[in-house]
């Protein structure tokens, strides 16, 4: 990983990094492998997108997955966006037996 | 000399895990293009290079002037008794705490060390978190919980901190041992305490009410503590917050922690008027839904600890370890390239379709405490 990131890293160095945080705008939450990366980054540096405004570079990159930031968050806290409603019965039903009130004949099941 | 055999990275990105891995495997590092547009390294990651000065020796930092590149030749990991280090206000303490574990295993001598500034905030585990749960995770890599300790002097919430705690650390004799953990077992209990800084100690009442209200749909055995600080105590800022733990009937524990406080120094220039701070109510809500929300994931620590689990298992010497931990995080899948990148560890990732978890197996890279053997 490391390699890879040296490779977009050093290709174009100064502006990539405005180009850099407008590729992950269009959201795709999955780590590209590097291949599609690299390609990403060229087609990208020679748009007009190179010229972001300083302050819309930043908005961009906070959107960015962790994945191919090179100055992602060091954060070791996972943020869940939106948490589930346990006061639903169905939902709740669902993690009753990982409770010892619960089945736990069920519960050994699990896994198996 | 072994300038040009340094480890090339890029980026501020798992700052922390590098540098531990570093200095675990004393692999010399250069990381470039650290925020190449926006200053470089920040205060907190100055902080932590100066932590690692302090209990450090025949180690160097090379930073360039704009902050945007560093070298590090790791050296050898001392420890020592009576240290003191002031982790700033920009991150919480918390931050510091899981380097600073790992690295103290590994010391020529226990570490001792008090910890100044924010002691519960909304991006680092809260220190309650690290007592309750971090701690006691090491116990199951042969790590004695005796000398292990964690306490909170003071409190201090953000903007401006003013807490303190005590970390004791001991070091290992060689390794850790290698752990089989796949059994999350059943939740038994709930724990957990709530604090408060500055203001009004009802608040932690409304909090844990709020809290144990949604727990006991599920199970009787529940006990939030209360821990009002006034005074010295209670830092420099008013904040309010709640760390809870499931305990297993297998000895795991799941945490979720939420602190409500004014926002720090990074954030606060962005928005100038005081925000309306989320209500004790709403709070004990959050933070017994992210519980449920661990305790649903099924796996032996929660997502907050998959990283730490998975380079606790590849420090391990060349026994297989096996561990369960739900959907994999972001930061966990991480941990897993740079774990193979310094320790050359491959772990053998195997879904399990019918839990919903994920069951790891890697061999140790047998990583030994040489700093104790040459005293």
């Known amino acids: 990983e490391c390699s890879d990131e040296d490779v977009s890293g050093n290709e174009d160095s100064g502006d990539d990094h405005v180009s850099e945080g407008s590729i992950s705008s269009d959201g795709s939450g999955e780590a590209p492998d590097s291949a599609v990366d690299t390609n990403r980054v060229e087609e990208d540096s020679s748009d007009e997108e190179i010229f972001i405004p300083k302050g819309q570079k930043k908005q961009a990159k906070n959107e960015l997955p962790s994945f191919d930031d090179v100055d992602a968050e060091d954060y070791s806290k996972f943020f869940k966006a939106e948490l589930n409603d346990w006061s639903d019965e169905d939902l709740a039903k669902s993690i009753r037996d990982r409770f010892v009130t619960g089945d736990w004949s069920k519960a050994s099941l699990r896994g198996r | ?375």
Request: hydrophobic share 35%; proline share 5%; charged share 25%.
């Open chain 2, 1 to 375: 000399m072994g300038r040009d055999k340094a480890r090339r990275l890029t980026g501020s990105r798992h700052f922390r895990q590098r540098m531990v891995l570093a200095t675990l495997t004393s692999t010399p590092i250069a990381i470039e293009d650290i925020r190449a547009g926006d200053a470089g390294l920040r205060a907190h990651e100055v902080s932590l290079l100066r932590l690692i000065d302090k209990i450090s020796d025949h180690h160097s930092f090379e930073l360039n002037e704009t902050g945007t590149k560093l070298r590090y030749k790791p050296g050898v990991i001392v420890g020592g008794r009576d240290l003191e280090h002031d982790c700033g206000v920009h991150r919480g303490i918390g931050y510091f705490l899981e380097p600073l574990i790992l690295l103290g295993l590994f010391s020529r001598s226990p570490i001792s060390i008090r910890l100044k500034g924010i002691t519960n905030d909304t991006k680092d585990p809260s220190v309650d978190t690290f007592r309750m749960v971090t701690l006691h995770m090491l116990k199951h890599f042969g790590v004695p919980l005796e000398g292990l300790e964690l306490k909170i002097e003071n409190r201090g919430a953000p903007p401006l901190g003013g807490g303190e705690v005590h970390l004791r650390v001991p070091n290992i004799n060689s390794t850790l041992t290698a752990a089989n953990w796949i059994d999350e077992g059943m939740v038994k209990r709930i724990r957990g305490v709530t604090f408060s800084t500055r203001v009004s100690p009802q608040i932690e009442n409304r909090i844990l009410y709020a809290a144990r209200g949604i727990f006991n749909k599920f199970i009787p055995d529940v006990h939030i503590f209360t821990d009002h600080r006034s005074g010295s105590s209670g830092g420099r800022s008013a904040g309010y917050g709640v760390s809870v733990v499931a305990e297993t009937t297998t000895g795991c524990l799941i945490s979720a922690d939420a602190t409500v406080s004014y926002p720090n120094i990074d954030e606060m220039s962005k928005e100038s008027e005081k925000p309306e701070l989320m209500s004790p109510e709403d709070l004990g809500e959050q933070v017994a839904k992210m519980l449920l929300d661990e305790v649903a994931q099924g796996g032996v620590v929660d997502s907050t600890h998959q990283g730490l689990l998975f380079i606790l298992c590849a420090l391990c010497p060349p026994d297989v370890s096996r561990v369960r931990v739900g959907q994999l995080t972001p930061h966990a899948i991480e941990t897993l390239r740079n774990i193979r990148d310094f320790l050359d560890v491959k772990f053998i990732i195997k879904p399990d379709p019918n839990s919903n978890t994920v069951t790891l197996k890697c061999v140790g890279a047998g990583v030994k405490n040489l700093a104790r053997k040459i005293s």
